[in-house]
């Protein structure tokens, strides 16, 4: 059984998300959505809304689960039996960051592989902050965000539906 890790703060899941998630759980058996649960980062969402975000929307990929995480991620990628790590990619941009952050993994645990996954074209420019700064004055995100994210965030905008 191949599990791998797809880490993030997911605040919240955007489309672009859902199509690296999509990717990994082609390749793996298994793939734990880890929500980074971090009381000195601050969210929009909390942990427990980033996660029913996530899991209101794995219909269509039933070998994939959430879990919150604290603490070094490579440590729980290691409790839970993974040693593969996925990122996405969504422009040249994204690289040096991703790159750090591989090889920092790496360091503080040699075993563990982390396998950047490009994103589809159109989604190159999707973000979650972006979506987030947007929705606050009431554009259109839907192109950008599952349909519950939408709603979630217009509520918390007090915005019609
Ligand atoms: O979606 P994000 O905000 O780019 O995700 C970043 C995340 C949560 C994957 C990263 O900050 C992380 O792994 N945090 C856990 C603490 C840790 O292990 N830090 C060292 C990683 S180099």
Redesign the pocket.
Known sequence: MKTCIY?????PITNGHLDVLHRACRMFDQVII?V?D?PD?KTFFSTEERIRLVSENLEATPNARPMA????????AKAQGATVLI?GLRAVSDFE?EF???L??RH?DAEIETILVMTKEGYNYTS?SLVKQVAAYGADISDFVPANVDAALRARHDLST
């Open positions: 880490p993030g703060t997911f605040d880890a980074t971090n980062k995480f604290s603490g070094l991620l490579v440590d729980f990122r960051y750090q952050m591989a920092m993994n503080l979650s």
